[in-house]
């Protein structure tokens, strides 16, 4: 199998989860990336860090790895962050 370079022309190619580990740690207290989300589309369960991450754009936009469903938009202002998790059914976050 061949894995398209992130710059080769075409949609841009996703990264995994943890992409999501720096931008989410600034507005939680915890690892996000190590929570059990379940998609609200196909109910796969799995880590935010198993998301699908699309990353070239003005946000974050996280996929299902199951169905391709959006889960988590996550976008960043100077002074705010805008996180829409319309996608997922549920977010278990250890403590």
Do not use: K, Q
Not at 2 to 23: C, F, Y
């Amino acid at each position: 199998m061949t894995v398209p370079h992130r710059d080769a022309p075409g949609p841009p190619a996703p990264v995994d989860g943890n992409a999501l580990a720096g931008p989410l740690g600034e507005v939680f207290a915890v690892d996000v990336t190590a929570a059990i989300g379940r998609c609200a589309n196909c109910g796969l369960s799995g880590p935010v860090a198993a998301l699908r991450v699309y990353d070239r754009a003005p946000g974050m936009v996280a996929r299902c790895p199951g169905c391709d469903n959006v889960v988590l938009r996550l976008v960043r202002t100077p002074d705010a962050a805008w996180l829409d998790l319309t996608g997922a059914a549920s977010l278990h976050i250890p403590l």
